[in-house]
Every structure is written in structure tokens, then in C-alpha cells.
């Protein structure tokens, strides 16, 4: 957790300091409003503890805050009538992220409201699939390093399916009953 909470404008807002709309609130989350909506019913899911980005927040506490915006979701939909939704997260100032406070956007979504999220990117050219594969092997060796502190797989008995090195070297895909194929 950041102690740079002094000056956090969510700190301020879950303390009290100034007006907020409530819609949801427990002892580790509280969802409220944007002040300046993508469309009638954004509302914010933020941890009450301060955290800046996504890599300070302990993986239970992710957790609830994703099971928390899928409540919502569904509410938010049901009272703005809409059917689509962007769940947005931008974590760190490269990002995007405008506040010092991690926060989920849940932004209800209608044809033509003129706000975009441009997946595939424009500017992006497919990479060689070598390139593709050289990233993937690096995640896979990233998280399985005791040594460099990766980040730990704490719901990995509840996975089916996990990535296994065949005889040939190649990533292969199997399920928790031994079904295989190449990846």
C-alpha cells in the first residue's frame, strides 16, 4: 500500500471530504459515480485503501474488486438500459491512469456516444508469430521464477487448463486430466 494518500482525491472522497454518490459500498470497496460520465451510470469501483496501479493490490483484494464490478455491471445495464458495457483499468501514468488511486470504470455504452477504446490498435502492425511466441515463453518463465519474486498463481488449483513443455520443447496445452495438443 502507497502512503502517498495525504493528497489522494479518492482517499478524500471515501473519508468524507467532499460529496459523493454511493452505490455500493463493503469494508474493502466503495463505487460511486464519475463526475464526468462517458454516459449516464459510469460509476468508479475503488479499493478503500489507497493502492496507485493493479501491481500493489493484493490478488484477494483484485478479486473482490472484479466480483464487485460484475454486480454492478449487471445493475448498471439493467437501470441504464443498455446491453454493453467497457470495464476499463489504467494502471500507472503511461497508461492513462489520471488519479493516484487504483479504480475500475464501469462505463454503460451506446451506439454513437463518440467514446472509443481503438482494440486492435490502428498504429499496430501484427508482429511474426516468432516474436508472438518469444513474449509468451518469457511470461510462462516469469511466472514460474521462484527467484525473481513472480507473481504468484493463487487460484491455480481452480484452473483446467495449464501450459506443459512436450518432449520436443514446444509449449503444449494440457487439462487437469492429462488431454494434450500443441500451442
Request: with cysteine; aromatic share 4%.
Amino acid at each position: 500500500m502507497t502512503r502517498d494518500s495525504d493528497h489522494c482525491t479518492f482517499c478524500n472522497l471515501i473519508h468524507g471530504a467532499a460529496e459523493v454518490s454511493v452505490c455500493h459500498e463493503d469494508t474493502d470497496s466503495i463505487a460511486f459515480m464519475d463526475i464526468q460520465p462517458v454516459n449516464n451510470g459510469h460509476v468508479l469501483v475503488v479499493p478503500r485503501d489507497h493502492y496507485e496501479t493493479l501491481a500493489e493490490i493484493p490478488n484477494d483484494l483484485a478479486v473482490h474488486l472484479f466480483r464487485v464490478s460484475m454486480r454492478l455491471a449487471s445493475a448498471i445495464t439493467h437501470v441504464t438500459g443498455t446491453r454493453d458495457l467497457n470495464i476499463v483499468v489504467s494502471s500507472g501514468t503511461e497508461a492513462g491512469q489520471d488519479e493516484p488511486h487504483f479504480h475500475m470504470h464501469l462505463i454503460p455504452r451506446r451506439a454513437g456516444d463518440g467514446f472509443d477504446i481503438p482494440l486492435p490498435f490502428d498504429g499496430s502492425s501484427m508482429p511474426d508469430r516468432t516474436v508472438l511466441d518469444a513474449y509468451a515463453a518469457r511470461i510462462i518463465s516469469a511466472l514460474r521464477d521462484p527467484v525473481r519474486g513472480a507473481p504468484e498463481e493463487p487460484f491455480a488449483e481452480e484452473r483446467e487448463l495449464h501450459l506443459e513443455e512436450g518432449a520436443e520443447g514446444e509449449l503444449q496445452r494440457g487439462s487437469a486430466t492429462g488431454g494434450q495438443g500443441v500451442v
